[in-house]
């Protein structure tokens, strides 16, 4: 099946016991036991069946499995957050007194992970920028456990080469970790490219219509299996949040494709405005990563980010201004959302840290909605205007 027919029927089937079409809710957080024997049989996993929430569900595990399905992974794991979803690999793959390599422009809330949460398990990070390749393979140290990259990255978009990554990490035997949320398995699928495990923030596009905070890990069934031992801390998903996300996948293959049409038109038109010094999209023949995106992915995603002539002020100037975009962090909604990076999801940078990995002041960041691009384009064009 191509990606579009799986993100409606992939690793799903009508309900056996209902003929339901739409899997019912399973709102419960305990499972009742046919007898004590058979209770018991469950917990010594001699016998398949559900038991407890917080350990299966089977709105949960069909979205695990529908998200594994999607990316041509084994197995998957759902979480609280994509945040969890990540420390979960961290803590679980690294483990105390280790390190980790990761690209230098991860999501804000990632970084600050890796920077102030993991020294607290004995996790290092050595930050490096991935498209060098010497500078990456350099860093691996006899501790490294995993290499972590986010391509498209955000916020500046930045493009990642998966396969050389992958090449790099299994010549010193560590896995691959890419963050796929900007992408989705509907425009990129790293395990093709030979990554070993892949991480969603489900909040934006697989879930798509910014109701629902999730996230998820896929990768091979023993990584996974390893990852379980989180249900122990406490690490879970909900039922009503997994059909949320079952009901957004049906759609995400259509709403994708929508939301990099309109990027890519927004793109060229801030490209050519007199306000905007210079514009962040990998579809961009200007953009660094152009070729290596149009080799890795189908087509180049809903985010665009662009600095405008004027630096902060400016770009305050355009977010106050706008009346369609909302200003608001998270991205991959139906809605277009406008942030500043420096100062909102990317405020655990330093100014410096900022300037260092080319996060500049004025730097603008749109999730570029489905709405018509005519309505987005004369919202900006009115906000530049005010600049
Ligand atoms: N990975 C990426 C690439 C993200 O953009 C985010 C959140 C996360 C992981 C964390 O996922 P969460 O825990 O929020 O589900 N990115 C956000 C952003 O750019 N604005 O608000 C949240």
Redesign the pocket.
Same mark, same amino acid.
């Given at each position: 099946m191509e990606i579009d027919t799986k993100v409606v029927h992939g690793g799903q089937h009508p309900d056996p016991s209902t003929g339901a079409v739409s899997q019912p809710i399973y709102q419960t957080s305990t499972f009742a036991f046919k007898d004590a024997d058979h209770g018991a049989r469950l917990f010594k996993k001699e016998e398949k069946g559900y038991i407890y929430t917080r350990l299966g569900n089977p709105n949960i595990d069909l979205l695990a499995q529908k998200l594994a399905v999607l990316e041509g992974a084994k197995a998957g794991l759902v979480f609280s957050?994509?945040?969890?979803a990540?420390f979960g690999i961290m803590f679980c793959i690294a483990g105390k007194g280790n390190n980790i390599v990761s690209d230098n422009i991860?999501?804000g809330?990632?970084y600050a992970q890796f920077m102030k949460v993991l020294p607290k398990t004995g996790i290092t990070t050595t930050f490096v920028d991935a498209t060098q390749v010497e500078e990456l393979e350099q860093s691996i140290k006899p501790d490294t456990k995993l290499i972590f990259i986010?391509t498209p990255a955000?916020?500046t978009l930045k493009i990642i080469d998966i396969a050389k990554c992958a090449e790099i990490a299994h010549k010193h035997n560590i896995p691959l970790v890419v963050?796929n949320?900007?992408a989705t398995p509907c425009l990129q699928r790293p395990i093709e490219h030979k990554a070993d495990i892949v991480v969603h =923030?489900?909040?934006?596009y697989l879930t798509g219509h910014g109701d629902s905070?999730?996230?998820v890990v896929v990768g091979k069934e023993e990584v996974i299996k390893e990852l379980k031992v989180l249900n122990d801390l406490g690490a879970c998903y909900n039922p009503f949040g997994a059909w949320l996300t079952l009901r957004g996948l049906k759609t995400l293959a259509v709403r994708v494709e929508r939301h990099s049409k309109n990027a890519m038109e927004l793109a060229k038109f801030l490209e050519t405005h007199s306000k905007v010094e210079k514009v962040y999209y990998p579809g961009l023949a200007s953009h660094p990563g152009y070729e290596i995106a149009r080799r890795q992915m189908s087509d180049f995603g809903g985010m665009v980010s662009f600095e405008v002539r004027g630096g902060r002020e400016a770009g305050k100037t355009l977010i106050n201004s706008v009346k369609l975009c909302i200003v608001a962090? =998270?991205?991959g909604d139906t809605d277009t959302l406008i942030?500043h990076p420096a100062s909102m999801?990317h405020s655990s940078y330093s100014d410096e840290e900022c300037l260092k990995v080319g996060i500049k002041p004025g730097l603008v960041r749109i999730s570029v909605g489905i709405e018509n691009i005519k309505d987005i384009i004369a919202d900006l064009e009115r906000g530049l205007d005010k600049i």
């Open positions: 957050s994509g945040s969890a990540i991860i999501y809330g990632t986010e955000n916020p963050d949320t900007f =923030s489900m909040t934006k905070i999730g996230g962090v =998270s991205l942030e999801t």
